[in-house]
């Protein structure tokens, strides 16, 4: 089942249309559903355009919850993949579940493994899910419940399934979720009471040497939506290609990144990651298997490629382009200041300066193809010296040489050394941000904190006012206490190239040169509602200086806080009203729900008052 597909295998449908691997042949059919109208496909046509259903979404316990005898007969529909699957953390509490031996492995072992990235209801960020039920070696006063975790898992492994699935929660008014790799951020891939569709295993994969659609004649591969990225390396290796994905890491690259936008080490020199799908097979909220792209269903070829994951359709497979061999080279950047006691007033100012040079810099960077991650944060050596601060980046050039790289970054080198500030040797080393060393082991769930996101315009840095605004509001956060993750990068629509600069990608993307997390750093865990809500105006304080010095930016979806001020604008730009007209008309029964995505704001999640919105409880009509 987990095996990767050759391409041999494929031979006798690579020509078909609406079908890019062997388990999307596999589809419902009239034969299928005979008697059991719970699977029975909808029509669109005949749909409300005006949703006007029951208050809720159903969930156990409630009146209209699906009999056993239902869940039976869809299980044998589904060939046996329907899961109840409980939380795996379970092992620790008391009660039938507790295993002593499996809790500590929780505890010890799962850095070196891929435990929590198979499981069906993992999420990487626990306090969506209300975060109840986490791996402790003391669980004296803590709850172990389902939370905000889905009631039934659908381990899917052909179309059929998922048609069968998606029919059977529309029917039967149920809330659907759908997870691949369960990096998520602030909900989106699990809820209270839902039935999942977990993508995980779709992990077949073609290379195309020649493909054309469109105006577009090239290179192009043929992927499953449950490949993450770091298994694209390999692939990438053996075909003397490259392929966009997010990284070295088990974020899946097929679904919810590039449904978000998708960025990578590659963006200022080939776009986001939806801007390489040239195709995408999907299960639309009718049940259907369509095929979307500039040919066919374009509206929601537009919506899915930047328009938010988890909204218009579940994506089974896509086509995406495949470039040149793409080396790419790395250099490393560091500098402090940690003022000793009773330092002058300005002895942090040389720091600040550097800091300037650097993001002046920045606009070199991405107008040479080039990325940087850097990570800047307040630091404290002792409780009567003040505070200082620490920089430090990764500045990775596609393309270049070693010798070139060191040449490029040198003139910001020789700028900061002039300010007086100590920085060492630069290694020259391949990107972190573009090899596969872990091979896919070690993630685990958090509590994750709280974090909100920012594209900066261009005009932020090269408007010498602007740029003025725009370092002090950073400044003024990063002294309040928070850590700024900036990554440089320009996807423009040049870039972005066809098909991908008429896509649904945040309009901000396309004048931005830099996308950054500010990271708020509280731990939510056990703290009350109101301390948590207290800590968040805070942290808004600051972030709204950046949002007010960056006017013509936004936010990024898939790295965002699920309370972002006026979201549609900030995640969505102009495209928003066109967003919510293909929700409309493809999905007239809002099956497909999501946090801050569009069409979401007609919804609202009862769920305990945690100080922050999650997932743990009922989805029900908010006009009501």
Known sequence: MHCFLVASALTFISGARGINFPFEATVLKDSDIGNFSAIAFGDRTTASPVYDGPECKVYPGTATWPLTEEWTRLNSSLSGALLKPIPVAAVCYNGPYKDANQCNFLLRNTSSSRFYINDPLTILTTWPEGDTCYASASTTGLNCTQGGFPTYVVNVTTVKQIQATVNFARNKNLRLVIKNSGHDFYGRSTGFGAISVWTHWLKQFEFLPKYSIGEYTGMAARVGAGLESWELFAYMTKYNMTVLVAGPYTVGAYGGWITGGGHSALASTYGMGADQVLSLDVVTADGRFVTADVNQNTDLFFALRGGGGSTYGIITSAVVKAHPATSVLSASLSFSVQPARNSPANVTEPFWAAFDAYHKFGLDIVDNGGTAYSNVQRTQSGSNSPPGASFSTTIEMPGMSATQISAFVK???????????????????????????????????????????????????????????????????????????????????????????????????????????????????????????????????????????????????????????????????????????????????????????????????RSPDHGISTQDGPLCRADL
């Open 411 to 605: 003139p910001l080198r020789d700028r900061i050394t002039a300010l007086g500030l100590q920085i060492p040797a630069s290694s020259i080393t391949q990107a972190s941000n573009w090899e596969d060393v872990r091979h896919g082991v070690g993630d685990s769930p958090g509590n994750g904190g709280r974090f909100a996101s920012r594209i900066f315009p261009r005009v932020s840095f090269e408007n010498p006012t602007r740029f003025a605004a725009t370092q002090k509001a950073i400044r003024n956060t990063v002294e309040a206490g928070y850590r700024f993750h900036g990554i440089n990068m320009a996807p423009s629509l040049e870039v972005a190239g066809y098909p991908g600069r008429d896509s649904a990608v945040n309009p901000a993307f396309r004048t931005g040169v830099m996308h950054a997390d500010v990271y708020e750093g509280t731990n939510l865990r056990g703290l009350p509602a109101q301390d948590v809500r207290d800590a968040h105006a805070q942290f808004n304080v600051y972030m709204n200086q950046i949002r007010q010095a960056t006017l013509e930016g936004g936010s990024y979806i898939n790295e965002a806080d699920v309370e972002e001020p006026e979201w549609q604008r900030a995640f969505f730009g102009d495209n928003y009203a066109r967003l919510a007209q293909v929700k409309t008309s493809w999905d007239p029964w809002n099956l497909f729900y999501a946090p801050a995505s569009v069409g979401s704001e007609s919804w609202v999640v």
